[in-house]
T-cell receptor, first 112, second 112 residues
Framework: QKEVEQNSGPLSVPEGAIASLNCTYS??????FFWYRQYSGKSPELIMF????GDKEDGRFTAQLNKASQYVSLLIRDSQPSDSATYLC????????????FGSGTQLTVLP | DAGITQSPRHKVTETGTPVTLRCHQT?????MYWYRQDPGHGLRLIHY???????DKGEVSDGYSVSRSKTEDFLLTLESATSSQTSVYFC???????????FGEGSWLTVV
């Protein structure tokens, strides 16, 4: 079992819809969770991080964390074609201070 | 812009030759990382550094060595390159806020 798992996709949504990206992790002691966006041929860019159970909102992005169920999700509201990218989930596993473990990423396509 | 410069950005080398990738940062951050990214595997940590001359191994360190003689530079060396080391290499830094990390632009390495 991979430590951080994401559906590879591709996930397609129409412009203006809500895109929902999911990530599960195996280490129950994990404390810090991150979402990155990566355009083809570019480096990953940090979207947001979350530490506490519940929701964290930043503009059109909402991260949701459920530690009991060991999943973290990213919602993108009013999706735009410019949101088409690969979204990477990352987790700091217990005992791995400042070392992020990444999932394989979910490819999102927003259709005009 | 995280103030990270990677060099070279693109390199083609022959099997068995040594290769050094350089990561330079301008902000004097203590933590620096080298990741590789491959299709189907996502980003995997090779080595990281938590200060001058302080380094440690990551998930996929075999065949790689690192050095950090100055705060601003973190070097990744492939002692004898193999085709399995063809990959995109990303340097990253952690400025400390929330354990987030920020990536450089990447170095594309092809071993033929």
């Amino acid at each position: 079992q991979k430590e951080v798992e994401q559906n590879s996709g591709p996930l397609s949504v129409p412009e203006g819809a809500i895109a929902s990206l999911n990530c599960t992790y195996s280490d129950r002691g994990s404390q810090s969770f991150f979402w990155y966006r990566q355009y083809s041929g570019k480096s990953p860019e940090l979207i947001m991080f979350i530490y506490s159970n519940g929701d964290k909102e930043d503009g059109r992005f909402t991260a949701q964390l459920n530690k009991a169920s060991q999943y973290v999700s990213l919602l993108i509201r009013d999706s735009q074609p410019s949101d088409s990218a690969t979204y990477l989930c990352a987790v700091i596993l217990s005992g791995s201070a400042r070392q992020l473990t990444f999932g394989s990423g979910t490819q999102l396509t927003v259709l005009p | 812009d995280a103030g990270i410069t990677q060099s070279p950005r693109h390199k083609v080398t022959e099997t068995g030759t040594p290769v050094t990738l350089r990561c330079h940062q301008t902000e004097n951050h203590r933590y620096m990382y080298w990741y590789r990214q491959d299709p189907g595997h996502g980003l995997r940590l090779i080595h990281y550094s938590y200060g001058v001359k302080d380094t440690d191994k990551g998930e996929v360190s075999d065949g790689y060595s690192v050095s950090r003689s100055k705060t601003e530079d973190f070097l990744l060396t492939l002692e004898s390159a193999t085709s399995s080391q063809t990959s995109v290499y990303f340097c990253a830094i952690s400025p400390g806020e929330g354990n987030t990390i920020y990536f450089g632009e990447g170095s594309w390495l092809t071993v033929v």
